[in-house]
Structures are given as structure tokens and as C-alpha cells.
């Protein structure tokens, strides 16, 4: 329940709508039983001496419409207030969950999972509108109307009003039979769904690799195992539910069961009057569908305390805190001291790393394969944090800075690059969403980029699509460096800029970092050496650590480890060259 109270936390700003949409509820349901006692008017005028006239009957059948019409129209307002508050409370929601994942280490956010993740945002979120737009207000209206009900009942015979909630105890004792096993029910079904939803989104992502690998009937057997599980589950649940369904459907609108009986024997026997009977039975069908609506929504609630809990938990993940300076100096140096981190508790892909990148210098960062190169950048820009030690810009820790500062003080264009699927020039104007189109033009120019794009379908307005696929690996990063250079950030940190580019295109990519680095400082992960042979200090990683260190003439003498690099880094250069020119 405190899950469910939570939710409610999100809607307090928006109480107006939800006081409105209780109060319209509730006249909607009070207004739906003035007809049963115009009826009851009618009955006792025509049972005892008044006389039925036209212009009495007119003005019954007028109320009865009235009181119709006004029905329906506080019913629609009162809906359309609640789902006013339900959307705007889940806007929030969704707003909080976007910031939170900004603020959670991607470590989190990895364990976390896209299919969970996405499950998060879009289903259980929108799940919560059921409590918010239906759940809680038309359950409280319809307790009210209950309430008076049962009020004007007991008022008239205790006998009747008992008797016309004799069946209440039945109804929900199915409900409560309901929700039990439901409830047995419901973690597997969740499960079974965010296994779905994961398998899908794994399904469509490496749609490529399946293709290409014929792994059809593996795959998708995985794929219709998540299905065919999820089936199973809703069923089960739906099989369970619907034996009680049936039963409370039953029998809460009958609450005449025992009403007529009773009450015929109570008028006859003279301990009831006419009057009194007739009203009895008019109420008591007036109470039927108030009681069904109060109870249909019993089971929505532990259904959704398992919904409320992800978002919850979500919610309370831990944050990596941001700190309280608001800016970065304009030319600073970059210093990581005696910094080690692990992924993995206990497992350090990083051990004591040391050095300093200064304002208008180029570092670069060379070594094998999972050396811990692009992990140091990544602990620069805070995806993580370090486990020991401490990463300073201008000779303050990065943790005293504000994220909004670290990212203003920062371009890092990653291995990975990730366009938006929308045009080109929005996906510039991210490095500085202020800019015009004209600036946007000119920094795709000195990124080499403008002429690709002009020779696009729609120049800078072509969009990109998922992920950018439309465009080329080298293009790809020739767009994401024109948008690093468009935020002109102090610090440039690049992590394999050139690794998908071929030699022709290397040139071009040489040619817009070299734009992009004027006057920064520039840290640069390179797997072809020739990219940096004239970088102010080479860092050679191994196994996590700074190797050697020093400028690549002072590296072909000392370390071993760079003097292999080199050689093979010469050896595939000249392959390259004795291919192209036999291809000549
Ligand atoms: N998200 C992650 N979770 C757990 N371990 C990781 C993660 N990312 C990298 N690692 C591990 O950390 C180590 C360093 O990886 P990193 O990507 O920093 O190496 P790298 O030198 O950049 O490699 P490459 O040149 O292949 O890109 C590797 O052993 C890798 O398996």
C-alpha cells in the first residue's frame, strides 16, 4: 500500500483535479438515484388518493431527464478531471525516471536493463493512471453513494437496509479469494512479462547478428519461449480471477435477493408499510451498481503494488551526487590521482593511475584491447565513479562539480557513436542547442562532414535513422565530432575517433579534430598510432596500469611494449598501401 501511497506523492501539485473530479463523481452518482425516487414519487401518488395529471407526469418524466442528463455530464467531468491528474501526474513521473537515469551510474542502469527500463517508463507508469483517473476517485464517489445509500436505508428499517446488504459478505469474500490467489499469481506473471519485454527488445537489436548468423530458430525460440510463458501466466491468472469474477458479478447487483422476500413478508404482516417497502426495493437496486464499482477495483490495487514497487525501487537507486560548484575554469588541466576502479567488486581494471593532461597539449592513451583505456574516459565524464583516488580538473576533485558543469567543461565523442533518430542538424545542435543553422553549417564544414551531408536526399534535414544507420561508421563520426566541436567544451576527450574510418576518410577525421583541438586539452585513445605520433605525452596501458609514459620518439627507445605497437602498426600501414597499390 505505501508503494500506491507514493504514487499519490507525484499528484500532489495537481489536487485541484483530483478534488473536482471526486466532488463531480460523486454528484454522478448521487444524480443516477434521483430517478428511483421520482419513481417512488410516482408509485405512492398513484397508490394512494393524489391524482396522476399530465402536468404531474411531465414534470416527473422532466426531472427524471434532467437529473439523466446532468448524470452523464458530471460523470464525463468528473473523468475528464481525473485523467487531467492522472496524465499530468504521469508526465512527472516520467520526468523524474528520465532525470534518474541521467544521475545513476551506468553500471546501475546496465543491471537495470533496457527491457526493465523500458517496461518502467512506458507500462507500469502508464498502469498507474488506472489507480489515478479510476481506482481512487470513482472508488470513493461510489463509497459515498454506498454510504448514503445504506444511510437513507437504516433511516427507513434496519431489517431492509440489512437485507439489502446481505449479499456484501458473499461478494466479497469471492473478491477476497480473488485477490489471494491473484496475488500468488501475480510475481511470476511480472516476471514472465519483463522477460518478454527484454527478449523483444534483444530480439530487434540484434536483428543483424541473427540474420547474419542464421540463428532464426534459436532465437526465436527464445523469443517464443518469453511469449509463450507470458501466455501461460495471463491465462492462469485470467482462469483463476474469472471463477470469482463471475461469482461477485453475480451476485452484488442482486440485492434484491433477499429485499423482496423478506420485505413482502414484513408488509404483509403489517410490521412495513407500502411505502416504505416500495422505497426499500427502489433503493436497494439503486445500491447494485455502486457496490459492483467499489468492489471491481479491489484487485486493481495488489495488481499494481507490484507495478508501484519497480517504479519505487527504480526511484531509490543510488545517485552518483553532484556536486556544488557551478563551473569549470576556461583553460584547465585534467589530473587523475592514483585513481583504481572495478566493475566488479574485488575485480580493479584500473590500479593506480596517475598523470596529467595539460591546457593545449595532447594526450594520448595506446595499449591492447582491454587495457582500461576507454574505461578511464568514461570515469572522467562520471558514467562511473572511482573506487580510490581522485580524477581533478583545474586541481579540483570532479565530484565537487555540478554534473551540468562537468558536461558543459567536456566533449567526449565515445567508441560507440549514437545518433538520434531525427535530421542531421538536430543531431549537431546537441553540442549546443542554442545554436543557429548557419553556425551549425560552418562547424560541419571544419568537421569535413558538409559535403557528405549536402549529397544526402535532404541535405541537413535528411533523418538519420535508429541509432544513425543510414550513415557510414566514418560518417557517423565525422557528425559526432562536428557536434563535440559545436559544444567547444575546454576539455576534448576522444576515444578511437578514427577506428571505422578508412585511410581516405582518417585524413578527413585528422583534418576536423585538428579544428576541433585548438587551444584545449585534449585527451586522445588511439589504435592507430600514426594519429599520434606528434601527442605531447603517450600513456601505453597493460592490464590496467600506465606502463611506460613519454613522447613516442622517448617510447621507441624505452618501452618494449611500444616498440611492438609501432611495428605493427608500420606493418599494417604498409599492407594497406602494397594493397591499394596492386588494386591500382
Ligand atoms: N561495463 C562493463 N562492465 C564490466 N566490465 C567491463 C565493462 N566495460 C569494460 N569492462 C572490462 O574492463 C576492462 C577494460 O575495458 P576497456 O573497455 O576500458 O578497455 P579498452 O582498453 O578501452 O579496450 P578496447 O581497446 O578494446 O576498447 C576489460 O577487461 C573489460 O572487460
Same mark, same amino acid.
Given at each position: 500500500m505505501e508503494q500506491l501511497l507514493n504514487v499519490y506523492s507525484y499528484a500532489k501539485q495537481y489536487r485541484k483535479s483530483m478534488y473536482s473530479s471526486i466532488l463531480l463523481l460523486s454528484a454522478s452518482v448521487i444524480l443516477a438515484i434521483v430517478p428511483y425516487y421520482l419513481v417512488y414519487h410516482m408509485i405512492m401518488r398513484f397508490t394512494g388518493e393524489g391524482s396522476l395529471s399530465i402536468a404531474y407526469l411531465a414534470v416527473m418524466s422532466g426531472l427524471v431527464f434532467v437529473s439523466l442528463a446532468l448524470r452523464t455530464q458530471t460523470h464525463h467531468m468528473g473523468l475528464s478531471a481525473s485523467h487531467r491528474l492522472a496524465y499530468d501526474t504521469l508526465m512527472g513521473m516520467r520526468k523524474r525516471t528520465a532525470d534518474k537515469l541521467r544521475m545513476m551510474p551506468m553500471g546501475t542502469i546496465g543491471k537495470h536493463g533496457t527491457g526493465s527500463l523500458k517496461k518502467n517508463f512506458v507500462e507500469n507508469i502508464e498502469d498507474m493512471e488506472i489507480i489515478l483517473a479510476h481506482a481512487v476517485p470513482e472508488g470513493i464517489s461510489n463509497l459515498l453513494t454506498v454510504v448514503i445509500v445504506t444511510g437513507a436505508l437504516f433511516a427507513l428499517d434496519w431489517r431492509m437496509a440489512l437485507l439489502s446488504l446481505a449479499v456484501l459478505p458473499i461478494g466479497l469474500i469471492a473478491v477476497g479469494f480473488m485477490i489471494r490467489d491473484g496475488m500468488q499469481r501475480m510475481g511470476p506473471y511480472y516476471q514472465a512479462s519483463k522477460e518478454m519485454n527484454e527478449t523483444i527488445i534483444e530480439y530487434i537489436s540484434g536483428m543483424e547478428v541473427i540474420k547474419v548468423f542464421n540463428q532464426t530458430a534459436s532465437s526465436f525460440q527464445k523469443y517464443r519461449a518469453s511469449v509463450d510463458n507470458y501466455k501461460k501466466y495471463t491465462l492462469d491468472w485470467y482462469k483463476v480471477s474469472w471463477t470469482y469474477l463471475t461469482v461477485y458479478s453475480i451476485v %452484488?447487483? +442482486?440485492?434484491l435477493l433477499f429485499v423482496l422476500p423478506f420485505g413482502t413478508l414484513f408488509y404483509t404482516n403489517g410490521s412495513l408499510t407500502l411505502g416504505t417497502f416500495v422505497l426499500s426495493i427502489l433503493l436497494a437496486m439503486s445500491l447494485g451498481v455502486p457496490l459492483m464499482r467499489l468492489v471491481e477495483f479491489l484487485p486493481v490495487f495488489p495488481q499494481l503494488k507490484q507495478k508501484a514497487q519497480k517504479i519505487e525501487e527504480l526511484f531509490a537507486e543510488q545517485e552518483l551526487a553532484s556536486g556544488a560548484r557551478s563551473a569549470v575554469p576556461e583553460s584547465c588541466s585534467v589530473s587523475f590521482r592514483h585513481v583504481s576502479f572495478a566493475y566488479k567488486d574485488g575485480v580493479d581494471v584500473l590500479h593506480d593511475i596517475a598523470f596529467t593532461a595539460r591546457p593545449n597539449t595532447v594526450t594520448a592513451l595506446v595499449g591492447e584491447s582491454g587495457s582500461g583505456k576507454s574505461t578511464l574516459a568514461k570515469l572522467l565524464v562520471r558514467f562511473w565513479d572511482v573506487r580510490e583516488g581522485a580524477i581533478e580538473i583545474g586541481g579540483v576533485d570532479i565530484r565537487e562539480y555540478s554534473f551540468e558543469a562537468l558536461m558543459n567543461a567536456i566533449s567526449y565523442v565515445s567508441q560507440d557513436i549514437f545518433l538520434f533518430n531525427t535530421t542531421i542538424m538536430e543531431n549537431i545542435r546537441i =553540442?549546443?542547442? #542554442? &545554436?543557429t543553422d548557419a553556425e551549425i553549417i560552418g562547424i560541419a564544414k571544419l568537421a569535413q562532414c558538409h559535403d557528405f551531408i549536402m549529397a544526402t !536526399?535532404? =541535405?541537413?534535414?535528411t533523418t538519420v535513422g535508429g541509432? =544513425? #544507420?543510414? %550513415?557510414s561508421g566514418g560518417q557517423k563520426q565525422r557528425i559526432a565530432i562536428a557536434r563535440a566541436m559545436l559544444k567547444n567544451a575546454p576539455i576534448v576527450v576522444l576515444d !578511437?575517433?578514427? +577506428? &571505422? &574510418? #578508412?585511410p581516405e576518410n582518417e585524413d578527413r577525421i585528422q583534418a576536423a579534430l585538428n579544428s576541433l583541438i585548438q587551444g584545449k586539452t585534449l585527451i586522445v585513445i588511439a589504435h592507430r598510432l600514426s594519429t599520434i605520433v606528434d601527442a605531447d605525452q603517450i600513456l601505453v596501458m597493460r592490464k590496467g596500469l600506465i606502463e611506460a609514459r613519454g613522447t613516442h620518439g622517448e617510447l621507441l627507445q624505452q618501452s618494449p611494449t611500444y616498440r611492438t605497437m609501432w611495428t605493427a602498426h608500420r606493418e599494417a600501414m604498409n599492407w594497406d598501401i602494397a594493397v591499394l597499390e596492386r588494386s591500382n
Amino acid at each position: 500500500m505505501e508503494q500506491l501511497l507514493n504514487v499519490y506523492s507525484y499528484a500532489k501539485q495537481y489536487r485541484k483535479s483530483m478534488y473536482s473530479s471526486i466532488l463531480l463523481l460523486s454528484a454522478s452518482v448521487i444524480l443516477a438515484i434521483v430517478p428511483y425516487y421520482l419513481v417512488y414519487h410516482m408509485i405512492m401518488r398513484f397508490t394512494g388518493e393524489g391524482s396522476l395529471s399530465i402536468a404531474y407526469l411531465a414534470v416527473m418524466s422532466g426531472l427524471v431527464f434532467v437529473s439523466l442528463a446532468l448524470r452523464t455530464q458530471t460523470h464525463h467531468m468528473g473523468l475528464s478531471a481525473s485523467h487531467r491528474l492522472a496524465y499530468d501526474t504521469l508526465m512527472g513521473m516520467r520526468k523524474r525516471t528520465a532525470d534518474k537515469l541521467r544521475m545513476m551510474p551506468m553500471g546501475t542502469i546496465g543491471k537495470h536493463g533496457t527491457g526493465s527500463l523500458k517496461k518502467n517508463f512506458v507500462e507500469n507508469i502508464e498502469d498507474m493512471e488506472i489507480i489515478l483517473a479510476h481506482a481512487v476517485p470513482e472508488g470513493i464517489s461510489n463509497l459515498l453513494t454506498v454510504v448514503i445509500v445504506t444511510g437513507a436505508l437504516f433511516a427507513l428499517d434496519w431489517r431492509m437496509a440489512l437485507l439489502s446488504l446481505a449479499v456484501l459478505p458473499i461478494g466479497l469474500i469471492a473478491v477476497g479469494f480473488m485477490i489471494r490467489d491473484g496475488m500468488q499469481r501475480m510475481g511470476p506473471y511480472y516476471q514472465a512479462s519483463k522477460e518478454m519485454n527484454e527478449t523483444i527488445i534483444e530480439y530487434i537489436s540484434g536483428m543483424e547478428v541473427i540474420k547474419v548468423f542464421n540463428q532464426t530458430a534459436s532465437s526465436f525460440q527464445k523469443y517464443r519461449a518469453s511469449v509463450d510463458n507470458y501466455k501461460k501466466y495471463t491465462l492462469d491468472w485470467y482462469k483463476v480471477s474469472w471463477t470469482y469474477l463471475t461469482v461477485y458479478s453475480i451476485v %452484488l447487483p +442482486s440485492t434484491l435477493l433477499f429485499v423482496l422476500p423478506f420485505g413482502t413478508l414484513f408488509y404483509t404482516n403489517g410490521s412495513l408499510t407500502l411505502g416504505t417497502f416500495v422505497l426499500s426495493i427502489l433503493l436497494a437496486m439503486s445500491l447494485g451498481v455502486p457496490l459492483m464499482r467499489l468492489v471491481e477495483f479491489l484487485p486493481v490495487f495488489p495488481q499494481l503494488k507490484q507495478k508501484a514497487q519497480k517504479i519505487e525501487e527504480l526511484f531509490a537507486e543510488q545517485e552518483l551526487a553532484s556536486g556544488a560548484r557551478s563551473a569549470v575554469p576556461e583553460s584547465c588541466s585534467v589530473s587523475f590521482r592514483h585513481v583504481s576502479f572495478a566493475y566488479k567488486d574485488g575485480v580493479d581494471v584500473l590500479h593506480d593511475i596517475a598523470f596529467t593532461a595539460r591546457p593545449n597539449t595532447v594526450t594520448a592513451l595506446v595499449g591492447e584491447s582491454g587495457s582500461g583505456k576507454s574505461t578511464l574516459a568514461k570515469l572522467l565524464v562520471r558514467f562511473w565513479d572511482v573506487r580510490e583516488g581522485a580524477i581533478e580538473i583545474g586541481g579540483v576533485d570532479i565530484r565537487e562539480y555540478s554534473f551540468e558543469a562537468l558536461m558543459n567543461a567536456i566533449s567526449y565523442v565515445s567508441q560507440d557513436i549514437f545518433l538520434f533518430n531525427t535530421t542531421i542538424m538536430e543531431n549537431i545542435r546537441i =553540442g549546443n542547442p #542554442d &545554436a543557429t543553422d548557419a553556425e551549425i553549417i560552418g562547424i560541419a564544414k571544419l568537421a569535413q562532414c558538409h559535403d557528405f551531408i549536402m549529397a544526402t !536526399e535532404r =541535405g541537413y534535414q535528411t533523418t538519420v535513422g535508429g541509432s =544513425g #544507420d543510414k %550513415l557510414s561508421g566514418g560518417q557517423k563520426q565525422r557528425i559526432a565530432i562536428a557536434r563535440a566541436m559545436l559544444k567547444n567544451a575546454p576539455i576534448v576527450v576522444l576515444d !578511437e575517433a578514427t +577506428s &571505422a &574510418a #578508412d585511410p581516405e576518410n582518417e585524413d578527413r577525421i585528422q583534418a576536423a579534430l585538428n579544428s576541433l583541438i585548438q587551444g584545449k586539452t585534449l585527451i586522445v585513445i588511439a589504435h592507430r598510432l600514426s594519429t599520434i605520433v606528434d601527442a605531447d605525452q603517450i600513456l601505453v596501458m597493460r592490464k590496467g596500469l600506465i606502463e611506460a609514459r613519454g613522447t613516442h620518439g622517448e617510447l621507441l627507445q624505452q618501452s618494449p611494449t611500444y616498440r611492438t605497437m609501432w611495428t605493427a602498426h608500420r606493418e599494417a600501414m604498409n599492407w594497406d598501401i602494397a594493397v591499394l597499390e596492386r588494386s591500382n
